[in-house]
């Protein structure tokens, strides 16, 4: 007995590791990990996009050009990243470029427009945005080659709709309304979800949540970083997908001194990356905080310059 008991442990042990190993290879090859960190900077004299390690070192310049360079999103496997440029009108509009830099491709083409805040989706294959007109704004969403460009979200001239960011699925787009930039109060803010298609839109902030957007869904854990203003001040907010319970993640002197905005989520779901402009502090750096301990870490703190719009890459690692 005792021998069939210890063949038998051994037997179903190599059964169990023998289909346990592939499965789990197969599962942490998948896995997410946080990659580096693209940002914006006038470090060298114009506004260009950067990258650098997660611990802010081995900075490098992607794009040098005269026109400003804005508001990078890497895409979901971390090979490239699409932003907001100036480099060929007035009116920027946005591109796709290689994680070095390389290749950058322009996939909108409005003369008239600002076309901002360019959004991967979690599967690569398409890329929302905003269109910026004198009175309003429409959410667009177009392939990563510029194909396909389909309107979404109508303000029909008279709503602000701004900064969309996908669900972990991919089947729907939450954005930030603005019903009047003029007015900083309250009910002229609200957070709304569509499907992709622009179809079953709905305000899901309730009345007294005071965003201005910089919404970003994290497809770790399903809920969305953002920034609100407090009086005078602007700090880092975590909600979850119901925009229910919001928990400050950081706090500001509220003296309309300090800043905290543009929070991207680390592709683990554990950290929030943001730019932050302190008390007395001239110009504005990219700090990390961790969502669970509150540690403050500030990555570009040797930079006289001012660093802004970060956004962090998502890498696929074996462990
Ligand atoms: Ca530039
Ligand atoms: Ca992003
Ligand atoms: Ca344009
Ligand atoms: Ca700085």
Redesign the pocket.
Known sequence: MVKLAKFCAVVCALIIVGFAIPADAEQEELQVANGKIAFVSNQDGNWEIYSMEADGSDISRLTENDGGDFEP??SPDGTQIAFRSYRDELMADNYVMDADGNNPVKITDSPYNDDRYPSWSPDGQRIAFTRMMPHSSDIYIVNPDGSDLTKVVDGNGEIFNIMPTWSPDGSEIMFSVNLDPTEVINEAYSINKAAVDGSAQQRISAGGMNTTGNL?WSWANDHIAYFDMLVWGLAIYVVDKDITNPEPITTVVQDGSEFHKYP?WSPDGSKIVYEGTLTRQINSDIYIVDVTTRAITNLTSSLDDNDMMP??QPIFASR
């Open positions: 999103d890497w970003d991207s956004d962090w």
